[in-house]
């Protein structure tokens, strides 16, 4: 029997404090809002307590981010797309930042096990003078378990309408793309942290963002697997590769801080769930 969760999380900036309320059907939620950085920052942690998705399931969730508003997004644990038995299964993320609002999304892994069928759609609107930074990390299999990816298909949707869209189709029996060194090179984790804004990025300030991120790069073990470039206005992309989740995750977490620090001016504040 197929699942559907729905949750609405709506922000809104009230007497300088940003304040969640949501609604949800089925089992997806936040917990407890957070403030450690004060009341003008929210965080907050999604949970879905079943903890993965077969065919047919579909996880629906809205995020609403209001004027001056400023929300940071995690997650406790991965999210697994298991096999599927023929259907599809799909994580839908579709978040509407309005002028002057803030949404950091910094989700755990998304995880494709052996013969999955699988979508995982992040949609990110903004409006003039909204920003984001928001990551999408990418697992095939779990290589450490020795349950490699060899079946089925994973789509990594990543897209601001209008000005950028990221695409990737992965079928775990395309060995050619998935091994060869014009493609993914054995590589079985994928990642790509973006900061995007509602206008055009200042020319000075992308290159402030494009060399702090490099430095954070020559001094990192996957210098030689990522790159990081400003390929649109509005938009500053770095991508990464590895064996494992866990080295693409530390560049996209000191990247994530020294963005932080040098576009907005804030200290690289993790949620509290990182250090659970």
Not at 175 to 184: C, E, I, V
Request: glycine share 6%.
């Amino acid at each position: 029997m197929a699942w559907r969760a729905d949750l609405k999380l709506d922000y809104t900036l009230e007497s300088q404090r940003t304040v969640a309320r949501y609604l949800h059907q089925g089992p997806l939620r936040i917990l407890q809002s957070l403030y450690p950085e004060g009341d003008q920052i929210c965080h907050n942690v999604l949970v879905h307590p079943p903890g993965g998705l077969v065919g047919g399931d579909t996880l629906d969730i809205q995020v609403n981010v209001a004027e001056g508003a400023h929300a940071l997004v995690s997650t406790p644990s991965a999210t697994r797309f298991y096999k599927s038995g023929g259907q599809a299964a799909l994580q839908q993320v579709t978040a509407t930042l309005a002028p002057g609002a803030r949404l950091e999304w910094l989700p755990l892994e998304a995880i494709a096990y052996n013969d999955c069928e699988a979508t995982n759609r992040a949609i990110f609107n903004l409006a003039p003078t909204s920003e984001l930074m928001a990551w999408d990390v990418t697992a095939l299999g779990l290589p450490s378990s020795d349950m490699a990816f060899t079946k089925g298909h994973f789509q990594q949707h990543l897209e601001i309408p209008g000005v950028w869209l990221e695409r990737g189709n992965l079928r775990g029996d395309d060995t050619r793309w998935l091994n060869s060194p014009l493609g993914l090179a054995g590589q079985k984790c994928l990642a790509s942290l973006v900061f995007a804004t509602g206008n055009n990025i200042e020319p000075q300030r992308a290159a402030q963002a494009l060399e702090a991120a490099r430095e954070v790069l020559e001094a990192h073990p996957l210098r030689l697997q990522a790159g990081v470039t400003c390929a649109h206005p509005q938009v500053i992309v770095l991508r990464v590769m590895s064996p494992l989740v866990e080295p693409s995750m530390d560049l996209l977490k000191k990247v994530w801080a020294v963005w932080r620090h040098t576009l907005w001016a804030l200290p690289s504040t993790p949620p509290r769930i990182w250090s659970v």
